[in-house]
RNA sequence: GCGGGGGUACCAAAGUGGACAAAUGGGAUGCGUUUAGGGCGCAUUGGCUUAGUGCCUUCGAGAGUUCGAAUCUCUUCCCCCGCACCA
């Protein structure tokens, strides 16, 4: 009889059609709601609408699925909502790269199986929207969750808005928004855009880092030359400076004050200051031979020609410092060459780790560099500049600032320079950025960017202590969120430009970045329900809804309470689950804007990070796996119920795991296996045998080990010992000759506890053991202690063991045996074994101890042997019942191989003196 | 650099003071078999050795604590992730 996957996992989600429904007040009209305590909400972060997903995105679905079946199956009421994400630039990067007809993205779309004869359509972004939100929810359905699918909201939906409107107002309210000044990344045509690797909204040099530049102002006349610099320390090692005698220049006005920069340098300048305006023109040769007024020095220094500056970097004007910059060595070097400037000194200020004090002469000798043009000076100077900044201390040249740490020193010169308005400051980026439109990427000063402040001294404190008393797995990320909580200052919460997203209600011409958005979630879950069903119109959420419903503020409205009513109930979230993408971005603004807006018994529960799948080497690119990493043809290969098995199983749920398909398929065969097991069992009709207070004490010992790790959602430990090793102990039971009607019932109870992580296989064993109803609406039953029997536990633990050690020797030895000599532990051991049941687990190891007979190397072993299986200590039986499971267990072996049995003490004369033979397992021989 | 995580056998991945030459799965090898859809079952899988045993070597490297270390401490090497407006 084959198991017919595909079949089963056709035919149960219909079957299953609403059970993932939570609204309370429906279930009134059944039967009364569970009681607050029996609630239980969870879900997962949403998706962002990015393009496919893959296996590994459904593994901490899939969590959150097997979590809420088992609550539901336990008698909780279940809240388990589902949405997506749109918002930001990752779906309207989607869109563009079709639009753009980007190749790579066409193969990726047609390998995922998109009819390629509507991809005119994927150019709009609403469709996009739209045509995910399908996909995914389809893979949801697809891996059986069991999600209230009426619940579903995406970010850009209009109620959703609303939802996100009435935060804001609430986080302005509560003064914590605030608006300063920020330097953002823009496009002269387009207005803001983001720089990322990604490039939704450039077309190059996404990997752009922007800069602060400290600008130093070389008096000169009654004019300033302007030089830019990266690292404004470095001043008082400055010799000299350098501009390009071929170049153009210009004297531009910024305030009250006349620059000279270069022309790209002035257009720049535009964008961050006010008033820049340029006067006249002048260039690089009219400058050579000048001497200006260095700053942090005082010092007169003269201006050099050099080849390397480069006038779309900084300002085109560059101060030297020959000891630190290796191309201000190599330019000075080839000038002294020639016989020029053989007075200019290089000037040690830095003493680093590795380079001593004259680091760019270091580096240039050591990597052999020639002269100026040497495009080796670029890692030479990356390097430099990385052991100078870590590693390098300010010596005696450097006055006040000598014997600091440069990485203190740096911000600490800037300043000071800044302060005697010898410095100012420019944004820069690090290389250049082309937008999407053509026009040239350039840093503008946004004089009043929002921000949620997220330093708030009185939020931060509260959060952590609210954190404290969360339930956040793993524990190492629990240790971590105080000091995550701490780290985060003020956010930027809104951008101007070209995003899907909320505008912001009291300044409409922002858009709500993406993280902001999707804070608070969870509590638009239970009132998106009301608005898909259509019992409230977008219309109808207003502030003063919002206020009633989750701030119990105000009068509210008659239809207003039903909604006000499911949110109490369900609220606070009992766990949100997300990737571990997620630790330092979205839970800790989860958290705080709970903390920050709702009342204190609304406040989140619990957290659940789990990590990712990855492809050997790395992630699973989704561009990469294609079609074989879908969902779907991982659930036609491998089965849902084998992916499902596979995630909980195949490793912690808090580390990475390799994907590999030769593991994904033997959790699929594995589910074969269990649907023969059932239907073997299928047929046991007799009446009960010996061997079932055995099965039944086995099973309720599994259970009470499921049921204590499904309770810290230790999903691994549940399963292993209630779906692997309780499968092999029903094969034992089978292979003894066991077939009762009674066995039948537990693998009845069996499937229920099976049923959370494979539901399809499980529902499918149910119906074909002439079950009535769904199991996956059954009640998982709790552990009956009374009905765990150490004694027959005990006696078939030995049989079985005795029985593997018999066979192998069997085979090794290749014997008929006549004789089978099962020894005993030796007194002393017993003794040992007995004191230790009576002892603590504290005190246990210490008063071992003192007995004589555990004095030696084989004794103290022993004794740590017993400490380490304390907790079974007391569920081992003494003597009387040892001896008589070595009586059972003789009956059954001398039947099976024919021989006689004998049972004797290991301190008699003969073999073994092994360590195997403890109480609960005695050493054999065979003749 | 700072912060976090990690390095276990052929490959993955359990394992946080004892009985650990180390679960489980994959792969490989062997045996059996009445083999539809990636057959199924059993065994072996650090070295030498015995039927059961014993010894040696091994959990990145080195040192230490301990009667006893994959596990605790220190030093060191290597890998991964985060460092902010990016989901």
Known sequence: MRYDFSAAEKKWPEKWEGLGASMQADADAKSASPPRDKKFFMHFAYPGISGYQHVGHMRGFSYTDIICRYKRMTGHSVFF????????????????????????????????????????????????????????????????????????????????????????????????????????????????????????????????????????????????????????????????????????????????ETWICSPQCAEKLSFQKEGVKTIAKTSGSELIGLKALAPGVDREIPILPSKFVDPNVGTGLVTSVPSDAPYDWMALHDLQKEGKHKDIKVIPIIKSRGWGDTAALRICGQMKIKDQNDPRLEDATKEIYKSGFHTGVMNENCGEYAGMPVERAKDQVKEWLISENKADIMYDLSEEVVCRCGGHVVVKLIPDAWFINYADEELTLKSKGHAEGMDIMPGQYKENIEGVLDWFQERACARLGNWLGTPLPFDEKWTIEPISDSTLYPAFYVVSRFVNNGELKTEDLTEEFFDYVFLAKGKGRPAWDKVRKEFDYWYPVDINLGGKEHQTVHFPVYIMNHVAILPADKWPRGIFVNYWIVGKGGKISKSKGGASASPQEAAKRFSVDGLRLYYAHVGSPHTDIEWDEDTAFSYKSHIEGIYSLVHRFKGFDKASSPMDAWLVSRFNTRLKQYTKAMEKYDLRTAVGSMLFDFQRELAWYEKRGGNSKAAKAIVMDWLKCLTPFIPFVAEECWEMLGCKGLVSTQEIPAADETKIDARAELAEEITRSVEQDILHVIRLAKIQPKKITLFVAPAWKRTAWEKARSLGRKTLMPELMKLPELKSKEGAAFAGFLQKKFHELRDIPGEAEEKEALETAAGYLSGKFNSKVEVVLASASKPPKSKNAVPGKPAILVE
């Open 81 to 256: 909502p589902i949405g997506t994400h749109a918002t930001g630039n990752q779906a309207l990067g989607f869109a563009s790269k079709v639009k753009k007809k980007d190749k790579t993205w066409l193969d990726y779309l047609e390998a995922n199986g998109y009819p390629m004869n509507e991809i005119k359509k994927m150019e709009s972004v609403d469709t996009v929207v739209d045509y995910f939100n399908k996909n995914y929810q389809e893979n949801w359905r697809l891996f059986g969750f069991l999600a209230d699918f009426n619940s579903f909201t995406c970010t850009t939906y209009p109620e959703y808005q609303k939802f996100i409107q009435w935060q804001f107002r609430k986080l302005n309210g509560l003064g914590l928004l605030v608006q300063k000044p920020y330097y953002a990344t823009f496009c002269p045509n387009c207005g803001p855009v983001a720089v990322d690797p990604s490039e939704t909204d450039i077309s190059r040099g996404g990997t752009a880092e922007k800069h602060e530049y400290t600008l130093l102002k070389f008096k000169l006349g009654s004019d300033y030359i302007v030089a830019a610099t990266l690292r404004p320390e470095t001043v008082f090692g400055q010799t000299n400076l350098w501009a390009d005698p071929c170049q153009e220049y210009v004297k531009v006005k910024v305030g009250n």
